[in-house]
């Protein structure tokens, strides 16, 4: 597994293996393990180009998801709605959940445990690397481990 712990309140944390794709799937089994439940979300990169240019596709441990963008060094914008929605296929509390994030020419879908939560189009990043992402809130307090991290290319 891949443990991404923040000890810091508002703070976003990740991790990249150092490639570049364009269109990409991309999975994990995302097992939240600590900290408060409505202060954290966690999830999948893709179109990583640094740290002003990707997305994140992301998913809570209160059942809340969301996806956003950071742009020229920007905000992390989340664009796939007012604020964070919820939905009963993420698996709330201290448990796993299977993150499917899909970045497909300029369509970006994000699933939990096989169930289609949102899907946007955006055409400001069109390429860049994957990876595993996590945030806290009102917090400096969270973890989350990460297992069977796989990408395909469609």
Request: proline share 3%; glycine share 8%; net charge negative.
């Amino acid at each position: 597994t891949y443990r991404i712990e923040i000890t810091d309140f508002n703070w976003i944390m990740w991790a990249n293996p150092g490639e570049s794709f364009e269109d990409v799937r991309v999975e994990v089994d995302a097992t939240f393990t600590g900290g408060p439940v409505d202060q954290n979300s966690y999830g999948l990169i893709c179109r990583h180009q640094d740290i002003d240019n990707f997305y994140a596709l992301l998913i809570a441990s209160d059942g809340a998801y969301a996806i956003r963008k950071r742009v020229n060094g920007g905000d992390l914008e989340i664009i796939s709605g007012e604020f964070y929605e919820f939905d009963d296929a993420i698996r709330t509390g201290e448990t796993t959940n299977r993150i499917t994030a899909e970045c497909v020419g300029p369509i970006l879908r994000l699933s939990a445990n096989g169930t289609l939560l949102v899907e946007v189009v955006d055409r400001d990043i069109t390429s860049g690397d994957v990876g595993l992402i996590a945030t806290t809130f009102d917090t400096d307090q969270m973890e989350v481990l990460f297992d069977n991290f796989v990408v395909y290319q469609p």
